[in-house]
């Protein structure tokens, strides 16, 4: 009797296995924000896991930026992650190609560049602050990074550094 009400009860609890908190491969999704297709959008582009384990594709950082500033019906995000940008590169010739995730975080950020064609502000992200330095000089920009641009409502800049 112990064995059937162990079994009975081990039957009604729902599955506790962790998700794996990864970014993932493009698909044809479409922007959490706007609506266009991710994988058409010119890098950089980003992806969110929330705590339900659904994942919100974005076209841009600051997509990314809007989608974490608004209250989500699943849950907190576990995860966010920007592709990463190649140095000397112009932003205008970066293209749709598939590029390897950071976790945002992690990233270091330019700011200020014009770049036409794209909806909203760019923000441009890089694997280390020397790679987005030597961006920000080459693009005439300012560096900054994900506590910035998190600190500093969506549809603005952070402040450009005093020299």
């Known amino acids: 009797m112990t064995s059937l ?37 010119p890098a950089p582009r980003a992806q969110v896991m929330h705590r ?40 205008d010739a970066l293209g749709t190609a598939p590029r390897p995730w950071l976790a945002a975080e992690a990233a270091s950020y330019v700011v200020g560049v014009p770049r036409p064609a794209v909806m909203g502000e760019p923000v441009l992200s890089y694997a280390t602050p020397a790679q987005a330095a030597e961006a920000a000089a080459t693009l005439g920009g300012w560096t900054t990074t994900w ?17």
């Open 147 to 163: 506590a910035a641009l998190q600190a500093t409502p969506f549809h603005e800049l952070p402040s450009r550094p005093v020299d």
């Open 5 to 41: 009400l162990v079994l009975v009860l081990a039957c009604g609890q729902r599955s506790t296995s962790p998700v794996e908190v990864v970014p993932v491969e493009l698909g044809l999704e479409e922007c959490a924000v706007c609506g266009m297709v991710v994988r058409e959008q």
């Open 52 to 91: 339900d384990g659904t994942r919100a594709h974005l076209c841009s950082i600051g997509d990314l930026r809007a989608h974490l500033a608004s209250p989500s019906p699943h849950g907190k995000a576990l995860g966010a992650w920007v592709e990463e940008l190649p140095t000397g590169t112009a932003p």
